[in-house]
Each structure stands twice: as structure tokens, then as C-alpha cells.
């Protein structure tokens, strides 16, 4: 197994509404990838860290094998969620890949 665990950092620009609506949207954007990509074994987007965090989400994914991971990064389906919900609204990104 992979895992695939990525930190964003929201623009600033956002208010507390607006910061809320779009963590909700990349959450259900990219939890709603489950079942639709091969080798996509689990993930999930948590939206509420604790005060003392910095960044604002986290992916926390899990994949069959590095292939399936790289088959994730181009599949329409989940460049269409990146495209469109996460990038234009975050400024940071981290990320860490390793076999579990």
C-alpha cells in the first residue's frame, strides 16, 4: 500500500464563509473520487485542525501501489477536482508519498 498525504494552505484572501464553503467543496470534490479510480483504495479530506495548526486541509489517501498512485495524478476525474476546486484557491502546498 502507498499512502498519499498532502497539507494545503488556503489564500488568505478568503473569508471565514468563503474558507469554509471551499474546504467543503475540495472535501466532497475529492472524497467523491472514492470508487471512481482504479487501485483508489481509501481517502479523506479532513477540514477542522486544531488551533495550533498551520495549514488549513489535509488529503490523507491510500493506494494499491505507486502505480496506482501515478494513474490518480492524470485521471480526468481527479485533474478535474484538482483544476477546479483545489488549486485555484490554495497558495501551499505539501506533500509526502511513502509504502505503509
Request: glycine letters at 8%.
Amino acid at each position: 500500500m502507498v499512502k498519499h498525504i498532502i497539507l494545503w494552505k488556503l489564500k488568505e484572501e478568503y473569508s471565514r464563509e468563503q474558507a469554509d464553503e471551499i474546504k467543503l467543496g475540495i472535501k466532497e470534490g475529492l472524497e467523491g473520487l472514492k470508487g471512481q479510480i482504479p487501485g483508489l483504495v481509501d481517502i479523506r479530506v479532513y477540514t477542522e485542525g486544531l488551533a495550533s495548526s498551520n495549514m488549513d486541509l489535509m488529503l490523507d489517501s491510500v493506494f494499491e501501489n505507486e502505480e496506482a498512485l501515478k494513474n490518480y495524478a492524470t485521471h480526468p476525474a481527479h485533474v478535474a477536482v484538482a483544476d477546479g476546486k483545489v488549486r485555484p484557491h490554495t497558495v501551499i502546498r505539501s506533500c509526502m508519498d511513502f509504502e505503509a
